[in-house]
């Protein structure tokens, strides 16, 4: 279960990414479809970041207690982020910015 404080860590890191991306959105340096799959991939390591930090302080603690579960955090939560956001811009690029090329070729008729 997680705690309160790898909770808060990713919070604060998805809201402070989240408020970058609003921004360049706003100024007009990041179009729409990109600005949504950026929110998707912040919620995404928001909570990546947070179950990261718990299970690689877990993971750090049985290996080698105290020095362990400082490295296993500070790894698992960058681990954590890096493929939450892997996951939920994948996902999110599929629905929001799908390429010509696949919709063409899903919906070709011409190959059966």
């Keep these: ?3 309160s404080g790898s909770v808060w860590a990713g919070v604060i ?6 408020w970058k991306d609003t921004q360049a959105y706003r100024h007009g340096e990041i ?3 990109d600005y949504k799959v ?12 947070a179950a990261g930090i718990e299970y690689g302080a877990l993971l750090g603690t049985m290996v080698i207690p105290g020095i362990g579960t400082v490295v296993g955090s500070i ?5 954590g982020d890096k493929f939450g956001r892997f996951l939920g811009e994948g996902a999110a690029s599929a629905v929001f910015k799908p390429s010509a090329k696949v919709w063409k070729n899903a919906f ?3 190959d059966m």
């Design 75 to 79: 790894v698992g939560g960058l681990a």
């Design 13 to 18: 890191a998805g809201g402070l990414s989240q």
């Design 38 to 49: 950026h929110t998707v991939g912040n919620i995404t390591g928001a909570a990546g970041l």
């Design 1 to 3: 279960m997680l705690r």
């Design 31 to 33: 179009r729409k479809a």
């Design 108 to 110: 070709d008729m011409d």
